[in-house]
C-alpha cells in the first residue's frame, strides 16, 4: 500500500510569507505527527493529531500551527517566515492508538526561506 | 530530552555484522525500544521495536537486555546502502506519539 505522501518536496519562501505543507498518511492511519529537521537542533517534534484533535504539541512558536481533516490528512502552516524555519519537514503516520505500533515517516518537505 | 545514549560513529566492514548499541537505564515498564534510520535528507525508515524479547525482521534483529537497560540492534551483512544515521528511541507507542530523537550513530560501511 502507498506510504505517506508530503507535498510539495520543495519550497522556496521569501521572509515574512506563509506556507503550508501538506500530508496524506497511510490509508487506514488516523495518527499524523509533524517534525522539523534542522542541522543544528536535529529532528524536532512539533505536534501530532488524531482524529482531527491536536494531542501533543512541542516547544514551538504560535507562528506553526497545523490541522487534520476528516480523512486524515494533515496540513502544517508556518505563518511569517525566519530564516531560521529553513528546514527538513517531515510527517509521520501511525495507526490507531495502541501500545508499541509503529511510525512511518514521509519523504519530507525542504523548505528554503530566503 | 532524549532518554538514549548512543555513540555518535561507528565503522563496519561491508558484508560484516553491524553490532549498533544503544544506552536507556531510565526506559519505563511500558516503553517500548525503536530503531529507525534516516539515509541522507529522506525520511526516517522505521527498523525494528521491542519491549523486552528480543526480535528479528527482515531488516535486522534487536537484543534488549534483561533488565532493558540498554540493547543492540544488529544488521546481520551490512551494505553500502546501510550506510546512515541509526536512531534508537523509546516511546510507548501510538498513546504517545511524541517521538524524541537524540542525535543518533553515524554508521559507516566500508567497502
Known amino acids: 500500500k502507498a506510504g505517506v505522501t508530503q507535498t510539495p518536496r520543495y519550497l522556496i519562501k521569501t521572509r515574512g510569507q506563509q506556507v503550508t505543507l501538506s500530508c496524506s498518511p497511510i490509508s487506514g492511519h488516523r495518527s499524523v505527527s509533524w517534525y522539523q529537521q534542522t542541522p543544528g537542533q536535529g529532528l524536532q517534534f512539533l505536534f501530532e493529531?488524531?482524529?482531527?484533535?491536536?494531542?501533543n504539541k512541542g516547544n514551538f512558536p504560535g507562528r506553526f500551527s497545523g490541522r487534520q481533516f476528516s480523512n486524515s490528512r494533515s496540513e502544517m502552516n508556518v505563518s511569517t517566515l525566519e530564516l531560521g524555519d529553513s528546514a527538513l519537514y517531515l510527517c509521520a503516520s501511525s495507526p490507531d492508538r495502541g501500545l508499541g505500533t509503529e511510525a512511518f515517516f514521509g519523504q519530507g518537505t525542504r523548505l528554503t526561506v530566503v | 530530552d532524549a532518554k538514549t545514549t548512543q555513540p555518535t560513529s561507528m565503522d563496519c566492514a561491508e558484508g560484516r555484522a553491524a553490532n549498533l548499541p544503544c544506552n536507556h537505564s531510565t526506559i519505563s515498564g511500558n516503553e517500548y525500544v525503536y530503531w529507525y534510520r534516516q539515509i541522507h535528507s529522506q525520511g526516517p525508515q522505521y527498523i525494528i521495536h521491542?519491549?523486552?524479547n528480543n526480535e528479528t525482521n527482515e531488516m535486522a534483529s534487536l537484543i534488549i537486555t534483561e533488565d532493558r537497560k540498554s540493547s543492540t540492534l544488529i544488521l546481520p551483512h551490512a551494505t553500502l546502502r546501510d550506510t546512515a544515521v541509526y536512531y534508537c528511541i523509546v516511546r510507548v507507542g501510538s498513546r504517545d506519539d511524541k517521538i524524541i530523537f537524540g542525535k543518533g550513530t553515524r554508521l559507516h560501511i566500508l567497502p
Open positions: 521491542g519491549l523486552k
Open positions: 493529531y488524531f482524529s482531527e484533535t491536536q494531542r
